[in-house]
């Protein structure tokens, strides 16, 4: 595609997604749709120069207005993914004299809120739960997130995986929390892969996978995936329940658990049983009432946790949004409770960073619920053999009563994790 279509296309995505309408996800997948003309390359930039921009959107407006012509033009000029020659090639003489400017500002002359690009509701969270490391995690925000991959060990064992796509010409090296993982550098095709296409493994995050790992569920027993969505953590337990027991994978859409049959297909697994529920006081829950193994509440947030891949949130969630889903979260986390059976284990989870959205969750729940024990994940997870557990926990006396996973320590979405037992 010639530079000045190139970038015009990339105005026209970064203008759309700057509307805030709809995920930016969906808006790019839907822009690819109507232009199928689009190639790999094109639509690489086209879609890294939209997420830049919502990663740097605070100093894109700082820089934009010493521009000339629409607005998102000259913030898709700022975040244009690709090398800079291709991009001059496509500027007249102002633009260019204007980008010269622009980059030519220093970073330590930049106010903060322009060097961090975080709204200021979630800024002071984050710098209480931090300190200096707040920094470190804005760096890693910005570089976007790397690609892993869990192997499905019901079918395959994760040395012939990566010796697989090593064939391939896919480095692969093995996560180093979880037995289950591979990380990738880059961003290849795999859904042609042979060993994708076997279901021998599936792309999730490591620590999405560590999360599985918490409910450590049992052959033969009986399991509950209370918010399923599209089935990743499901798939990820029914093979360390090794098919066996059953497994149901409860959520509120139908439609994302229709996007999960295929994944289901390909993974071999025959314990799992998808259920679309009205709301968390389904009668279909009521019927599991004590009956339950093992429950994951991997409960709906604001997702503060994934803005390496998903920059858009931070400006589509506000502090009214976190009160909401923190009522939302304990009336979820209070009826999924009610199906476990004593002895069983509940693990309530959640990919947000906030702790109004975690640990203040699960403290309200263990105080009105005494006959739910805490189990502190730091033993929970060096008794299933995961390397440096305690460098993985925060909390209670010994700092290891939840998992917490950040970016920029652990190389991972930000996740939480808190687990009980009941007696």
Not at 172 to 191: F, H, Q
Not at 214 to 234: I, N, P, Q, S, Y
Not at 411 to 416: K, P, Q, S, W
Request: net charge positive; glycine share 8%.
């Amino acid at each position: 595609m010639h530079p000045k279509a190139l970038l015009d296309a990339c105005s026209e995505l970064v203008r759309l997604v700057l509307k805030f309408d709809h995920p930016a996800d969906a808006i790019v997948s839907r822009f690819f749709r109507d232009n199928r003309g689009l190639g790999p390359r094109e639509r690489a930039t086209l879609a890294e120069t939209a997420y830049t921009v919502l990663r740097k959107k605070l100093l894109f407006d700082h820089l934009a207005p010493s521009g000339s012509g629409p607005k998102e033009r000259r913030m898709a000029i700022l975040g244009f993914y690709g090398p800079g020659d291709f991009l001059r090639s496509a500027l007249t003489d102002q633009e260019k004299n204007w980008l010269d400017q622009c980059e030519a500002v220093k970073p330590e002359d930049l106010m903060e809120r322009h060097r961090h690009n975080l709204p200021e509701w979630l800024v002071q969270p984050l710098k209480d739960q931090l300190g200096e490391e707040f920094w470190p995690l804005v760096e890693h925000l910005n570089l976007g997130a790397g690609l892993d991959l869990r192997v499905n060990t019901f079918k395959a064992k994760r040395a012939d995986v990566q010796k697989e796509l090593q064939q391939a010409g896919i480095k692969a090296v093995p996560t180093p929390y979880s037995p289950w993982g591979l990380r990738i550098a880059g961003k290849p095709a795999l859904n042609k892969n042979e060993a994708f296409v076997r279901g021998d493994f599936e792309v999730q995050d490591e620590g999405s996978q560590l999360l599985a790992m918490l409910l450590d569920a049992k052959r033969g027993e009986m399991v509950v995936d209370f918010c399923a969505g599209a089935g990743g953590k499901t798939l990820a337990i029914g093979a360390s329940m090794r098919s066996t027991g059953r497994l149901y994978a409860f959520d509120t859409s139908a439609h994302r658990l229709d996007s999960f049959k295929p994944r289901m297909a390909r993974s071999g697994l025959s314990n799992v049983h998808p259920a679309a529920i009205a709301h968390e006081r389904d009668d279909r829950v009521k019927r599991l009432s004590g009956k339950i193994d093992r429950v994951l509440v991997d409960a709906p947030c604001t997702g503060m946790g994934t803005l390496r891949r998903n920059p858009d949130l931070k400006w589509r969630q506000n502090v009214q949004a976190v009160e909401e889903m923190a009522v939302k979260q304990a009336a979820i986390l209070q009826s999924a409770a009610r199906m476990v059976k004593s002895g069983g284990r509940l693990v309530y989870a959640t990919c947000s960073v906030l702790p109004q959205e975690n640990e203040a969750i699960a403290e309200a729940f263990a105080a009105a619920n005494p006959d739910f024990v805490p189990l502190p994940a730091g033993e929970v997870l060096a008794g299933i053999k995961v390397e440096n557990a305690p460098s993985l926990c925060v909390g209670g006396a010994d700092g290891q009563l939840y998992l917490r996973l950040w970016p920029h320590r652990h190389a991972t979405d930000g996740f939480f994790a808190a687990i009980w037992q009941k007696k």
